[in-house]
């Protein structure tokens, strides 16, 4: 079946510049989460979502960061006036709602980011 | 909060040997624990997870972790590596956020380079 999709695969931005990424989780999924991978670093938490639930928007690392989620799907990440700082892979991932314990999580391919 | 640590960037083994990737954590309650790995150019794929009962946990590809509280350890194992195996390996715990939500916390990694 399909898994998570992310697009565009590859942006590269002028500093300054707004962006947009997209993810679209596998259907079904309740919970959806964002990531940013930096060369030589973990996985950063950035944002989750959880069905009509406010979104966890503790590991956004700044208000040029921003996170939306339509119709319980599709999400988009926006990063406004992008810094240099910025360029990192981004990855999504989606899951079921856990009733208890924690279920896996299903990642995208995510999306390289580069400003210059 | 919750968090885990991987104390190794890499770990060399030579095919057909044991493998071992370390995992410490930290948290506060019952702790919910995973691997992931990341084959080069591809997404993480969930490998194990420990919610509770049994101490070693039996996941993907010959892969298996040892909990162990009180060593706070969840170190991720196989008897017999293969060439196939490199990639990087994350730890992550799950964490409890505000407003009953959840996110995960991920170590930096540790890369696995699996030699013939």
């Known amino acids: 079946g399909a898994g998570v999709s992310q697009s565009p695969s590859n942006k590269v931005t002028e500093k300054g510049k707004d962006v947009e990424l997209r993810c679209d989780p596998i259907?079904?999924?309740?919970?959806l989460y964002w990531y940013r991978q930096s060369l030589g670093q973990g996985l950063e938490f950035l944002i989750y979502f959880q069905g009509n639930s406010a979104p966890d928007k503790s590991g956004l690392p700044s208000d040029r960061f921003s996170a939306e989620r339509t119709g319980g799907s599709v999400s988009t990440l926006t990063i406004q006036r992008t810094q240099q700082e910025d360029s990192a892979v981004y990855l999504c991932?989606?899951?079921?709602?856990?009733?208890?314990?924690?279920?896996?999580?299903?990642f995208g391919p995510g999306t390289r980011l580069t400003v210059t | 909060a919750q968090s885990v640590a991987q104390p190794e960037d890499q770990v060399n083994v030579a095919e057909g040997n044991p493998l071992t990737v370390k995992c410490t954590y930290s948290v506060s309650g019952n702790p919910y624990l995973f691997w992931y790995v990341q084959y080069p150019n591809r997404g993480l794929q969930f490998l194990l997870k420990y919610i509770t009962g049994d101490n070693l946990v039996k996941g993907s590809y010959g892969f298996e972790a040892e909990f162990n509280k009180s060593q706070t350890s969840f170190h991720l194992k196989k008897p017999s590596a293969l060439v196939s195996d490199s990639a990087l390996y994350f730890c992550?715990?799950?964490?409890?956020?505000?407003?009953?939500?959840?996110?995960?916390?991920f170590g930096t990694g540790t890369r696995l380079k699996v030699l013939a």
């Open positions: 992550a715990v799950r964490d409890f956020g505000a407003s009953g939500t959840y996110k995960y916390i």
């Open positions: 259907s079904g999924h309740t919970a």
């Open positions: 991932a989606s899951s079921f709602r856990s009733l208890a314990g924690g279920p896996e999580q299903y």
